[in-house]
């Protein structure tokens, strides 16, 4: 039985599933151990799915009949929908990127002894490094959301697969653009981000896409989106993410209702698998904030990467934004049948358990469908 993980692969293995430890062993190698992510600028992943062709066109899944519906009528254009002639000053201290006590940096005194005008280009560079990594998840959820177009059985998933693709696209295009034309920089992608992108689109599971991108990647990036808006003072990326909030409610609720009821019916065994692979997945999203990029540019002359992690993960910053992730996140793996008995104390030693019967966080009121609690968010949605 294997008992941890070899340090090389940083976080994995603690659920102590071999068969689950082989699976992501490859990814990690290539994305923790190699850093294939920053190696290149580009990289080839092959895909293992069966694109599964349906020559009768049943129409037999009445809710993702409706969440198409939906998706057609919320479309909107990218190019058109956002003022993008708003003048973005990262040094305008009236409409700050990110204000100071949202980040993790007022705690450090080698920020504290840093003039006015370096602190704000600090500041700049780490949201810049938040919307890289926002950034490079939604090519990912773009090329993943293909995926699971081709591979998923019904007829009704394959519809609605459609309209993400394009929702993906277009967050590609805004974030990128937002990025190139306001910051001026864009940061590689972040290590474990990597390695949970090449997990499901190497992975030959249709559901293991779903699972990895539409519940969990998609699930925090609500609420990493949810938290991002709501701190901001920047109206131009206060409206993007607002626009892009309501396209990833609708994601979300999607693989919620494809893998409900495909979950509920699987063997004991492969059920058991899922739940070990979401948990091992968890580990590697919360450890994504660590903005390890940031830190190897702005700090890693003047403290170790063991004393960064300790401040950003007592910050208030982190709180905030792991309460935000999770709390969306532990709520929709239970509705799913991930959140069993056996696999809760794992959660409950990450502190996440916390947040099995909470509601989305409060800050995110302005956006309709975060009011209310994942449930009600995809009865709304389902009610077109
Ligand atoms: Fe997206
Ligand atoms: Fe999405």
């Excluded at 020559?55 to 190019?79: F, V």
């Excluded at 993410?241 to 009821?261: C, N, S, W």
């Excluded at 969306?328 to 799913?336: E, S």
């Excluded at 409060?362 to 449930?375: F, K, M, N, Q, T």
Aim: glycine letters at 6%.
């Amino acid at each position: 039985m294997l008992t941890t993980a070899p340090s090389a692969l940083g976080p994995l293995g603690r659920s102590r599933n071999p068969r689950v430890f082989l699976d992501l062993a490859g990814p990690a190698v290539r994305g923790l151990l190699l850093k294939k992510g920053k190696r290149d600028r580009t990289a080839q992943m092959p895909a293992h799915h069966q694109a599964h062709f349906d020559w009768d066109y049943e129409r037999n899944r009445p809710e993702l009949a409706k969440l198409y519906d939906a998706a057609k009528r919320d479309q909107w254009d990218g190019a058109t929908a956002l003022p993008w002639s708003t003048e973005v000053d990262p040094f305008d201290e009236s409409r700050e990127l990110m204000p100071e006590h949202t980040l993790p940096l007022a705690e450090l005194p080698s920020y504290r002894s840093l003039p006015r005008r370096r602190q704000a280009e600090q500041r700049a560079d780490l949201t810049s490094w938040l919307l890289s990594q926002f950034l490079h998840g939604e090519q990912g959820a773009l090329f993943a959301a293909c995926q699971v177009t081709e591979a998923v059985q019904w007829m009704d998933g394959k519809l609605y697969g459609s309209t993400q693709v394009v929702d993906e696209g277009r967050h590609v295009e805004v974030f990128h653009r937002y990025l190139a034309e306001k910051l001026g920089k864009v940061y590689p992608i972040n290590d474990n981000l990597y390695t949970i992108i090449d997990a499901l689109m190497t992975d030959g599971r249709w559901d293991l896409k779903f699972l990895g991108m539409q519940i969990m990647i998609e699930g925090l990036a609500l609420g990493a989106f949810g938290t991002m808006r709501q701190s901001t003072r920047e109206p131009l990326l206060k409206e993007l993410l607002q626009y892009v909030i309501t396209d990833e409610a609708r994601h979300v609720t999607f693989g919620v209702v494809a893998l409900r009821d495909y979950y509920a019916a699987l063997p004991e065994h492969e059920r058991r698998d899922r739940e070990d692979w979401a948990y091992e997945i968890s580990v590697l999203l919360r450890n994504r904030f660590l903005a390890h990029e940031f830190y190897e540019e702005h700090y890693a002359h003047c403290m170790s990467r063991r004393e960064w992690n300790a401040a950003v993960l007592r910050s208030e910053f982190m709180g905030r934004f792991r309460n935000t992730l999770f709390r969306r996140l532990i709520p929709n793996l239970k509705r799913i049948h991930l959140l069993s008995d056996r696999i809760r104390p794992h959660y409950g030693a990450l502190g996440l358990l916390v947040y099995e019967h909470d509601k989305p966080a409060s800050e995110l009121r302005p956006i309709d469908l975060l009011e209310c609690d994942p449930a009600e968010a995809e009865a709304k949605l389902l009610r077109v």
